[in-house]
């Protein structure tokens, strides 16, 4: 098991949380992760990472799996101007590579917002780590266990 992975586990065990962890081998998009654990589209909680303009720092949007990051509404609830992260600030930042990014566990704080509809699915399913895992969650303990503020953001 890799050490993301072992993170995220970590992380939603030490919130009472008891993982449900699968493998989705190579999904490369929210459409066939969903396939792959037998879900909508939208319980897929992509994790969308930017590079906050004044302060360098990353910052996380969650959205349904079918929706699509604003750039201009993501500055706005973000209250700075938002550009892209690359791979090498995801990494140091949350420690997840691109393609794995977990919504929790990462090596440093982050400021995060949740699109609200998220929200209207008792379970959603995000990255566990890795670009192959995902767990599920309830939309509530999300919301909960990182911190976002709900906020809508997409297009």
């Known amino acids: ?7 995220v586990r970590a992380a939603l065990e030490a919130a009472g949380v008891t993982p449900e962890i699968r493998e989705v081998g190579q999904a490369r998009t929210a459409q066939e992760a969903a396939d ?18 004044r302060s360098g720092d990353a910052v996380l949007f969650l959205t349904a799996g079918g929706n699509r990051v ?10 700075e101007p938002l550009g892209k992260a690359d791979a090498a600030l995801i990494r140091e930042q949350t420690g997840f590579a691109i393609g794995g990014v977990a919504p929790l ?11 609200p509809r998220l929200l209207e699915f ?29 906020a809508g953001f997409t297009e």
């Open 70 to 79: 604003c750039d201009a509404l993501a500055s706005d609830c973000a209250g």
């Open 36 to 53: 792959s654990v037998g879900c909508e589209v939208d319980q897929i909680a992509k994790s969308i990472i930017f590079r906050a303009e």
């Open 1 to 7: 098991m890799s050490k993301s992975l072992k993170r």
């Open 105 to 115: 566990g990462h090596l440093s704080p982050i400021r995060a917002w949740l699109d």
């Open 122 to 150: 008792d379970t959603v399913w995000a990255a566990a780590g890795t670009p192959r895992h995902v767990f599920a969650i309830s939309s509530a303990s999300l919301v909960a266990l990182t911190g976002a503020q709900v």
